[in-house]
């Protein structure tokens, strides 16, 4: 590797590598009108998990920006890969994993008060540093490195690597081009005495020419291993601040939540202020951080839990048989399997995870477990909007009257998920039309001779 090859450690292009180097079951219904994907958020990684027993799919998207040939991630893996084990897929599947997957708004409008009717309830059930050394490269062997395997798979070229100690390891990145952040050595040698091997890939030039990608696309690497582990301890040495990590887990089970770490479920189902339509982004954002803080920074929130078969609201369509055999679902290739049929996939549950973190506060890779939990769940945000019809029965008096009160319990809401300012809440409902004064009911003989006391 030629030493003008130089690369920096940024903050988790891929959450999954660990080192990444550059310069209720009931139905819900409503209507869906805006969803909390990641790009609301920056430093935002996204990591696929397909886990069925110890076998384990990893899909991991790259959103770094820069000249590619500054670009290389490291990876502990726990075997040594073979190419076969090694793919590279579409952004497009992970994109539509997160929209199919982000919390999301919905909109109800209420009725006519003065109407009567049987209403009916929906439910369902379904059982989701250093400068590079001046110096030539050293042999692997001479510092107890050992190059396992080298591969060139679609832009990347790849190689597999084990240690010895994590001095050594260390040198033979650095003379190899890469910059270390401090830190490293200890954390690489953690690695090492559990006998982990480190799946390095830089970029291809020709082959990603050949592409004709601006970008570049997720890799994917298939294993086995008891170890339901995420390693991001590497990732967070250089991180400027906190990152955001989203985890996508498809399981034939059920939810997956974390074993060293609380998982938390968001706030959810909540009414909140009609004018949040318009700054949805924002009040996710919001809300988020203040339920990471409320946690000490230590909690991973679960956003979003399902069958892959269904949802309710739905903010996009669920995936394809064929995008979810892509991301490692083996299980749905079959002659006779509903996903090989027209319509939406099925036995395929799917989690959606989301964490912010930095060094201090998960000083550990995430480990997780599968649970037999099929329960449905989603971070789910309402606004409601009060009828403006001409109705004049005493139920729509009563209406009306609680109206300043329903909007008052909205603004609270809103500022106790997000930490807003309660009066300034007020003032842009007020400005959105939701008025907290009760309104003065019409006296009733006005609806006899309308106010009109003259003879004739």
């Known amino acids: 590797m030629p030493r003008s090859f130089k690369k920096s450690l940024f903050a988790a292009a891929s959450a999954a590598a660990a080192l990444t180097l550059t310069g209720g079951a009931v139905a819900f219904c409503g209507f869906y009108v805006a969803k909390a994907d990641t790009k609301l958020f920056n430093k935002a990684s996204k990591v696929a998990l397909m886990r069925d027993g110890d076998r384990t799919v990893m899909t991991m998207a790259n959103d770094y920006q820069g000249d590619l040939k500054e670009f290389a991630i490291v990876i502990p893996v726990?075997?040594?890969?073979q190419e076969e084990q090694i793919h590279v897929t579409d952004n497009a599947i992970l994109d539509h994993l997160d929209a199919y997957t982000a919390p999301r708004l919905v909109e109800y409008f209420d009725e006519d008060p003065c109407l009567v009717y049987d209403k009916v309830v929906v439910t369902g059930q379904r059982a989701m540093v250093q400068e590079l050394a001046e110096a030539a490269p050293s042999a692997p062997d001479s510092l107890g490195v050992t190059i396992e395997a080298e591969y060139t798979v679609g832009e990347y070229d790849i190689q597999i690597l084990s240690a010895e100690q994590s001095d050594g390891l260390a040198a033979w990145l650095v003379e190899n081009g890469y910059k270390l952040p401090q830190g490293a050595e200890a954390t690489l040698g953690s690695y090492i005495k559990q006998g982990t091997k480190f799946f390095v890939a830089k970029v291809n030039l020709e082959e990603q020419a050949q592409t004709g990608l601006k970008y570049l696309r997720p890799l994917q690497i298939a294993f086995e291993s008891p170890k339901f582990i995420l390693p991001i301890r590497l990732g967070t040495l250089n991180a400027d601040g906190k990152q955001e990590l989203f985890v996508f887990a498809l399981t034939r089970s059920g939810r997956i939540e974390t074993t060293n770490y609380r998982t938390v479920r968001l706030p959810t189902g909540m009414d909140i202020p009609l004018y949040v339509k318009q700054e949805f982004g924002s009040f996710y954002r919001s809300m988020f951080h203040e339920q990471v803080e409320r946690e000490n920074g230590r909690a991973v929130f679960l956003e979003y839990a399902w069958d892959m078969n269904w949802c309710d609201p739905c903010a996009t369509d669920p995936l394809s048989g064929d995008e979810l055999r892509e991301l490692g679902a083996y299980w749905l290739d079959g002659g006779d399997n509903p996903a090989r049929r027209p319509g939406p996939a099925r036995d395929v549950y799917v989690t959606r995870l989301h964490v912010s973190y930095d060094a201090q506060t998960f000083p550990e890779d995430l480990v997780f477990k599968e649970t037999g939990d099929r329960t449905n769940f989603q971070g789910r945000y309402v606004l409601r909007h009060p009828y403006k019809g001409d109705a004049t029965c005493e139920a729509a008096e009563e209406y009306r009257a609680?109206?300043?009160?329903?909007?008052?319990?909205?603004?609270?809401?809103?500022?106790?998920?997000?930490?807003?300012?309660?009066?300034?809440?007020?003032?842009r409902m007020r400005e959105g039309g939701q008025a907290f004064n009760t309104p003065t009911p019409e006296p009733w003989w006005k609806r006899i001779w309308g106010g009109d006391n003259k003879e004739g």
């Open 78 to 81: 726990p075997v040594v890969l």
């Open 402 to 427: 609680g109206l300043p009160k329903r909007f008052e319990n909205e603004a609270q809401t809103l500022a106790s998920l997000t930490g807003w300012d309660i009066d300034d809440i007020r003032t």
